[in-house]
């Protein structure tokens, strides 16, 4: 690769991949190439019927934190994690907290600020929604069967991190909403088996600024250096075993791409490369123009006189754990342990999901029972959201919720099972005239 510079020959560049561009194009690039190696760096190229949006969910999450750790850097330059009240004179709004009063200076007087917290705000949105969907698309294409069952313990961790940022970024602008909604999840931390063994280390000696210096804290460096180590593991797996195959009705269809497959395709510099950076620009395109049209509004600060009673409200993806706590009869203990028990089956699925309770094969139409399981989640996430969402702390008695829950259940299960008979019959049908053709199996 190196003749074709050495010496100040007029000897011409050999293009080192495989034309991608126009003649012109590959020629700069094919220089620029020889210069940077890329095509000795070990990222993985892509099988061209990878390049769909379901194949990259995880790349979107990928994109969307990336973005979240940048806006976050530059949000640090001007908050200040302070329960401390502004006095007169100052640069903030007096008689408020610190924290308060440097978020709302961050929108009111920093140029652009306002963009920057409304982009980091629904960014994170945005990251966790994109990471639901990364969850449920593997969930339902059964990403995890091997080898990747790692790759999905990590991914779990993953999901519950980013969860964790969302819940201590949340106390950070020192809201009345934002106070009252992490004291509800503090309570349920603590209600964790030895959860009374932790309270010194997350409630130090009991003050508003000992609570909102450790959430700072693990929002700002414990929480970020976690997801890093795990990012970095949950990437390093993917490159080892590529991207999994289609999901299919075939028990013994191939889980890797081999290396003799890598070889045939197009290599990481620059198709894939510019397919994910097609995305990425999507991405903040998407976002820049959300927060243009509907840039986010500050509520009033924790303590202040118009704050009023209103019931304690977290962001959207943990309502339906809010809502939780609204049934009759269900103790944080109660609801600690559902979600511990919750954790557990998804880190552990592709233990789970095996002979004889679920079907060896990847394709969700032959696996109903995991459907359902997948299906249930989903709609209990999605009832309990807008149902905490309608209606915040209002009770609600053991007989409405059973029925609810029980119905979304059922409703389910009829469905399911009446799609994967209709399937099992075309299937059989299929079978008996290919038999009768040639005694082949349909895939
Ligand atoms: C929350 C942060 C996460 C990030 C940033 C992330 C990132 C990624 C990336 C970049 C890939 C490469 C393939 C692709 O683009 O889809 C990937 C694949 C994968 N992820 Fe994640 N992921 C996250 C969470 C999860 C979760 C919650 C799970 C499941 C519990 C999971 C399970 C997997 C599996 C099994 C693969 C291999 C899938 C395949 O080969 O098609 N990940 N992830």
Redesign the pocket.
Known sequence: MGEGISGGTSAKPEVPYKPFFNRTLDRVWGAIDERLGTQKWPLRPQPDFSFQPG????????TA?IFQVVSGILLLFYYVPSTQLATAGGIYPAGAPLAWGSTYYIIHTVPLGWFLLSTHLYGAYA?IFL?FI??FR??YTG??KKP?EF??????L??V??LGMGFTGYLLPYTALSVGATDVGIVLTLAVPGGTTLAPLILGNATDQALLSRMFALHVVGIPLA?AGL?GA??L??ET????PRASSDPQAKRVITEEDDRKMGKFFPKVFLYMTKWALFYAGGLFLIVAIWPWQLPVFYGSSSAGGSSPEPDWYFLWLYKVMDFQGVTPIIAVGAVTLLILF?LF?PWIDRRPLTSTKTHPRDRPVLVIVGNFLAGLFLVLTVWGGVMPGVVIPTSMYATYLGSILLVNIVLVFAFYARYRAQYSRRLLKRGAEGNVAPK
């Open positions: 194949y990259w969910t995880g790349a979107f999450v990928a934190f990251t990471a990364h969850f593997g969930f990403v995890y990747r790759t999905w313990m990590i991914g779990t993953l999901l991190s980013m997801l990012l949950h990437i797996l993917f075993h590529g991207v999994a998804v699925l």
